[in-house]
């Protein structure tokens, strides 16, 4: 996947969450003095900044994962850039599944058996832990959540997973944590419970 076509990609879940039929998109505060305004254009290069973040955070971070565990890196200076092109990795590779197929089916809150659907034809390698227990027990005819059930899935309360399959969510709901939380809710639950999931709203949240 080339760069481009991965930030066309993330972009086609702007028309799910950004009501552009309007110019300017006004979110509630306390009142209508603290509103928040932003342009359709505004708002639309946001989403897509954080998006094209998330790809150069993921990718160009692999050189460094797991490097500096006793003695903190030293690196002086960085430059993004993606010359081999731009894929998901398990940062990001749920979430954009779910994200294209928003879009696509017009829903934001998908049900169990259309996830049981995406995950069957889009999550098959390289998924682990928890991932792999759910996806198995989608084969022998299990839906979420009780794919994400601690006493189906003995990985689901693996603490770190709830932080690394949310945050898209966060980017899709800009000024409104609360719904980025419950939207959070419904996928995170396809493979997590218990502890997690606390961490999981904070982090679809910020």
């Avoid at 509103?35 to 639309?44: F, G, I, Q, T, Y």
């Avoid at 002086?76 to 994200?99: F, K, N, S």
């Avoid at 084969?139 to 979420?144: K, L, Q």
């Amino acid at each position: 996947m080339t760069t481009k076509e991965a930030i066309t990609i993330a972009s086609f879940a702007l028309g799910v969450f950004t009501p552009l039929t309007a110019n300017v998109i006004t979110y509630g505060a306390v009142s209508p003095n603290k509103s928040v305004e932003l342009s359709a254009e505004l708002l639309r290069d946001k989403i897509r900044g954080g998006l094209l973040g998330q790809i150069l955070g993921n990718l160009n971070g692999l050189d460094h994962e797991m490097e500096y565990i006793n003695e903190p890196g030293d690196v002086e200076e960085y430059v993004p850039a993606l010359p081999e092109g731009a894929w998901t990795d398990d940062d990001t590779d749920l979430e954009w599944v779910y994200i294209v197929a928003m879009q696509r089916n017009n829903e934001i809150a998908m049900p169990p058996g259309l996830i049981v659907q995406l995950w069957k034809e889009r999550i098959n390698k390289r998924i682990w832990c928890s991932n792999q227990y759910a996806r198995q027990l989608m084969d022998i005819g299990f839906e979420p959540p009780l794919t994400g059930n601690i006493v189906l899935n003995p990985w689901a309360d693996f603490n770190i997973s709830g932080q690394f399959v949310c945050e898209s969510f966060g980017l899709l709901a800009p000024v409104m944590p609360q719904t980025a939380a419950k939207i959070g809710l419904n996928y995170t639950r396809v493979t997590i419970d218990g502890e997690p999931l606390p961490r999981r709203h904070s982090c679809s949240q910020q």
